[in-house]
């Protein structure tokens, strides 16, 4: 009884928590969204000062354990990293804390940084990693109550037929596909890798499902339609992303990919997953969600959270201030990305929108391969919600970006190199764009977003 209770309070509070918008004070936003409101209004100083102090430590450990080990394996797993992931986290940490104290103000280089259009757009008060940090640390903690407790067990299973008749890929795909969505999208690709090598996929249905169900998950979706002003109707923002990644998966699903044939990891026998005999659908998915609720232990939950929120301070944040706060300067003041993506101005113009925000789209439509979060970044000023919406869902259907998912895809055992890579980032950005077209129109057209 204990475990049934454990399975249906905890999973609904789960969607509460993130998917169910409420009024406070007159505006209508999931939770989460409330609360990133109450502390920037009333603790945004102490909350700042908390900040560089992350930052503080992030900087001196990053340094220090290239010359040590500890012995303990969560700080070596924490704080030792690949050469450019250390570089990065160095770079963004040193240069969140310059911000923050303005520090080299008289220097002409500091300029490039300390301007409002790049650093100090990324940090300090009203900097955008404010949202991301509170965000973050409120949704890390309250993501297990749809991971842990059953959700996964009990959608994948019931869902699993579908996967197999509509994506061509196993049912079990689905925990691979649930775990990116309320998780994060390196999680997906890291237990799609592992499936893949253990032989529940073979190299085919390994690619499809880690380039087509590994998308980022669900608190940091919160994050950006946040910054985006979309709080209110967060629903739809994250809705239309998960229309537009099935649509992209049954396509993806039917594509030729002969580098990727149907073969099995180094001979591998298949493993099949089978309804236990006299059991139903529903009834395997509901007990296999029990058993998973009875077997999770809250606590033990609540400190991997914990870890979780420590992991993404100190190895996803700086990431995003370093490659943000470059690519602003290389946008403010430099022509290239205004000069590859000059053909999408004329696109979105005949699209409907005007030159202004056209001129505006087209970078942060291309921005993303770098980091998801920069095309929020380059277009959270526009006047047309309409193309804030488009850009920030957009940004998440793209699905790689070489900060951080695409650098994973190419370490797996799929066998993708950065030009695999770069062709899915191409591919998904060229056939979401349409479909993004159509989705926004129909949102304005019932007066939920305006041109």
Known sequence: MASKLKFIVLSVLGFVFFLVPFSIDGERKIIISHI?????????????????????????????????????????DLFKASPLNVGLRIVGSFLYLMVYYGWFESAALSTFILNPDTGGLMAGEGGLLTTLYITFFVGLLALPLLTHFGVVEFVGILIGPVMEKVFKVPGYSMIDAIASFVGDGTIGILVTDNQYQRGYYNK??????????????????????????????????????????????????????????????????????????????????????????????????????FKNVVNIYVSFIPVIMAVG?????????????????????????????????????????????????????????????????????????????????GMILVKTKIGMNFWDVAKVFLYRTLLSIPILVVITNVLVAFNVLSF
């Open 36 to 76: 990133v409101d109450f502390i920037t209004t009333h603790f945004l100083e102490g909350f700042l000062s908390f900040t560089s102090i992350v930052s503080w430590i992030v900087l001196i450990a990053t340094v220090v354990f290239l010359f040590y080990s500890s012995s303990s394996n969560f700080l070596n």
């Open 204 to 305: 085919r249905e390994a690619y499809v499902i880690a380039t087509s169900f590994s998308i980022v998950g669900i608190a940091f979706a919160a994050a950006v339609a946040e910054e985006l002003g979309f709080g209110a109707i967060f629903p739809i923002f994250y809705g239309s992303i998960v229309v537009v990644t099935i649509i992209l998966a049954f396509i993806t699903s039917r594509l030729p990919l002969k580098k990727f044939p149907p073969t099995y990891y180094k001979g591998k026998e298949p493993k099949n997953a089978e309804i236990p005999e006299g059991k139903t659908l529903f009834g395997h998915a509901y007990d296999s969600a029990i058993t998973q609720a009875g077997q999770t232990r809250i606590g033990d939950v609540a400190k991997e959270a």
């Open 325 to 405: 706060t470059l690519s602003l300067i290389i946008a403010e003041y430099t022509s290239f990305f205004d000069i590859i993506s000059a053909p999408l101005v004329y696109i979105y113009g005949l699209f409907g929108y005007s030159r202004e925000v056209a001129t505006t789209m087209a970078p942060a439509s291309v921005a993303g391969f770098a980091d998801m979060y920069l095309p929020a970044l380059f277009i959270t000023d526009s006047p047309s919600e309409a193309s804030r919406f488009f850009i920030g869902v957009l940004a998440f259907t793209q699905l790689v970006f070489m900060s951080e998912t």
